[in-house]
């Protein structure tokens, strides 16, 4: 088969390697759509990650074409989306059900070979099926709308809260999504901050009101949301960016008593000086942090939970593409996301 084989940092070939040979209780996906993660950039170009050689990608869906010896022999040619953790099933977590906190992990694409490839072994128990009215290009994007569905359900909101997004890559842009399907279809509680003028076209064509997205590039945050909410501040901030400044301002812009949502990775060291230390005490901050997303297998986790809205076309991932390329021509994908070349949000690897 063909696949996208990491060799070392900055050293990934698109090259013939064996198909996966399958353990008991697994299957084998013939990969239809796969999504690049901003986490694949770094771990491609930067930082590398556990072993090589290594195929990397984590969102991504297909189609079941062989099963393993113990595997429901009913998957075969079931649709089918993939939760890429794959927990221990030992640790407390995982005996409580919280495997997105498993001590002792894999993870497919960064820990055992991933979606960029055309077929990838997957444990039948990380398989979510599709319904037919699920592209699997939306399919490969569930991965990262459980990711922001696990950040809102860590909230419990009023009637009366206003909502600050801050961050409008991929996963603050579901995000947002996910917010106004709740508030169906309504912006009036939402506040959003971004940095480019492809982020708010974007988000326009959401449905957002320009008075209600902040640029803060030309615009003093801080200032902007007292000055649309009479002073008060946020009630809550979802901090979708990871950097120590954007952290700082959402300390500084939520009200007394307000919550901040920590969903973006860090992109440096964090630290915080005193007097911002003395605001989260003072005004009795939260700061809630959250990881990656619920999958148990239950009607009520996040994968469930996104899979339900996706299929009654509460929200519309697939306008978030803003690139397809073919297998073999991803790693221009790649470049586009490494350089930032070009604008760009969701970009779909496509094998159908």
Request: aromatic share 8%.
């Amino acid at each position: 088969m063909k696949a996208w084989v990491l060799h070392g940092i900055n050293d990934l070939r698109y090259e013939t390697v064996e198909k996966p040979t399958l353990s008991n209780d697994e299957v084998l996906v013939a990969v239809k759509a796969a999504g690049i993660c901003g986490s694949d950039i770094p771990r491609i170009y930067r930082t590398g990650t556990y072993s090589y050689p290594l195929i990397p990608g984590h969102e991504f869906a297909g189609v079941v074409v062989d099963c393993g010896e113990v595997v429901d022999k009913s998957l075969k040619d079931a649709r089918v989306g993939v939760f890429p953790l794959i927990p221990c099933g030992e640790c407390r977590p995982c005996r409580n059900r919280q495997y997105e906190m498993c001590r002792n992990y894999s993870y497919l694409g960064s820990r055992r070979d991933g979606g960029f490839a055309e077929y990838v072994a997957v444990p039948a128990k990380n398989l979510i099926r599709l319904p037919d009215n699920v592209t699997f290009e939306e399919a490969a994007m569930l991965e990262p709308m459980a990711v922001a569905v696990h950040a809102i359900r860590h909230v419990t909101f009023s009637d009366t809260d206003t909502i600050v997004v801050c961050g409008l890559g991929t996963i603050g842009l579901l995000v947002l999504m996910f917010l106004m399907e709740k508030e169906n279809g309504s912006s009036q509680r939402i506040l959003v901050v971004g940095n480019k003028d492809f982020q708010w076209r974007t988000v326009e064509q959401m449905g957002l009101q320009q008075e209600r997205y902040c640029d803060s590039r030309k615009q003093d945050v801080h200032k902007w949301v007292m000055e649309r909410t009479n002073g008060k501040g946020a009630d809550v901030f979802f901090e979708c960016v990871g950097k120590n400044e954007t952290l700082v301002q959402a300390v500084g812009t939520v009200a007394p008593a307000g919550r901040i949502v920590l969903v973006g990775n860090p992109s440096s060291d964090m630290t915080l000086e005193k007097n911002v230390y003395w605001k989260l005490l003072r005004n009795q901050i939260t700061v809630k942090g959250t990881w990656n997303s619920s999958f148990a297998r239950e009607a009520d986790d996040d994968w469930h939970y996104a899979l339900d809205k996706l299929s009654g076309k509460r929200v519309t991932p697939a306008a978030l593409i803003t690139h397809r390329f073919a297998l073999g021509d991803l790693e221009r994908g790649f470049q586009i996301m490494l350089n930032k070349e070009e604008d760009y949000c969701k970009v779909m690897g496509v094998l159908e």
